[in-house]
T-cell receptor, first 115, second 112 residues
Framework: DTGVSQDPRHKITKRGQNVTFRCDPI?????LYWYRQTLGQGPEFLTY????????KSRLLSDRFSAERPKGSFSTLEIQRTEQGDSAMYLC?????????????FGEGSRLTVL | GESVGLHLPTLSVQEGDNSIINCAYS??????FIWYKQESGKGPQFIID?????DKRQGQRVTVLLNKTVKHLSLQIAATQPGDSAVYFC???????????FGPGTRLSVLP
């Protein structure tokens, strides 16, 4: 098992374009998380899935952001009509279910630059 | 530019010394706390966690202390090594949900 995998690692786009990131969690993990991290800051929670169900979504997540986990395995995060403020590292993490555990396994992230 | 936002609190320690990284949390209802380590270019890595019914928890070379009275958390690293150089984040959670709230981080630099 190679851990959490994210693709692409880097994406440069023009303002107004749509982008999509993919996350492949550790295979036996049923929880999947998306976080956003800007330079010099801690990760900021975006959303969380338990299997294919999206159970929590940050109030900070605008309608331009949508995440899916259709078969309870990989997940995608789409940002529509990107803005320069969307430039950040988008981190995916996964964990085993059961109880409240903070032991999240993070991927190396997808860095988005919006020009 | 690249320097914007890089004004993290910084702790520099000599190799072999003990390190203490502090974190103040804001929500008195938080009952679960985690420390993460993030090396340059990588995602955060779980170090240790503690629940609010405990004051102290020890791992391998690390100890987390929780003071609920003053809403303070600390991470102690024994015999700090060059590989410990990273940014360290504390995160908190309230009993329900999976929204882990991360603090701003502290950069630990280990001097030879």
């Amino acid at each position: 098992d190679t851990g959490v995998s994210q693709d692409p690692r880097h994406k440069i786009t023009k303002r107004g374009q749509n982008v999509t990131f993919r996350c492949d969690p550790i295979s036996e993990h049923n929880r999947l998380y998306w976080y956003r991290q800007t330079l010099g800051q801690g990760p900021e929670f975006l959303t969380y899935f338990q299997n294919e169900a999206q159970l929590e979504k940050s109030r900070l997540l605008s309608d331009r952001f949508s995440a899916e986990r259709p078969k309870g395995s990989f997940s995608t995060l789409e940002i529509q009509r990107t803005e320069q403020g969307d430039s950040a590292m988008y981190l995916c993490a996964s964990s085993l279910g059961a109880g409240n555990t903070g032991e999240l396994f993070f991927g190396e992230g997808s860095r988005l630059t919006v020009l | 530019g690249e320097s914007v936002g890089l004004h993290l609190p910084t702790l520099s320690v000599q190799e072999g010394d003990n390190s203490i990284i502090n974190c103040a949390y804001s929500n008195s209802a938080s009952d679960y706390f985690i420390w993460y380590k993030q090396e340059s270019g990588k995602g955060p890595q779980f170090i240790i966690d503690i629940r609010s019914n405990m004051d102290k928890r020890q791992g391998q070379r690390v100890t987390v202390l929780l003071n609920k009275t003053v809403k303070h958390l600390s991470l102690q690293i024994a015999a700090t090594q060059p590989g410990d150089s990273a940014v360290y984040f504390c995160a908190e959670n309230i009993g329900y949900g999976q929204n882990f709230v991360f603090g701003p981080g502290t950069r630990l630099s280990v001097l030879p």
